[in-house]
Nanobody
Framework: QVQLVESGGRLVQAGGSLRLSCAASGRTFMTYAMGWFRQAPGKEREFVAT????????YYAVSVKGRFTISRDNAKNSVYLQMNSLKPEDTAVYYCAARPGGVGSSSISDYVYWGQGTQVTVSS
């Protein structure tokens, strides 16, 4: 069992930066691939970024590639999402999720554990 708690979301102006954090409980964190997803009001949850168990492999949605960076620190049981050049369309609740097996995925159905989410609001 893995419990995930996101933090770092807040109101920011367009063009600004935020760093989201996700703290995981459990001794087996490093056996999980991790992902970030987001859900805007009235829209379906969508993939943002994923990272393998070792951190050696990452993959991004086209909409955030070049602006967002996912990373992890297995010693701290944490995964991060550095978000730069934020746009109003990045406004959403951001969720971190854990996938057993260590290989990243962009598919929501591949993830077993989810956090409660953190709100990111980008003003124009």
């Amino acid at each position: 069992q893995v419990q995930l708690v996101e933090s770092g979301g807040r109101l920011v102006q367009a063009g600004g930066s935020l760093r989201l954090s996700c703290a995981a409980s459990g001794r087996t964190f490093m056996t999980y691939a991790m992902g970030w997803f987001r859900q805007a009001p009235g829209k379906e949850r969508e993939f943002v970024a994923t990272i393998s168990w070792s951190g050696s492999s990452t993959y991004y949605a086209v909409s955030v590639k070049g602006r967002f960076t996912i990373s992890r620190d297995n010693a701290k049981n944490s995964v991060y999402l550095q978000m730069n050049s934020l746009k109003p369309e990045d406004t959403a609740v951001y969720y971190c999720a854990a996938r057993p097996g260590g290989v990243g995925s962009s598919s929501i159905s591949d993830y077993v554990y989810w956090g409660q989410g953190t709100q990111v609001t980008v003003s124009s």
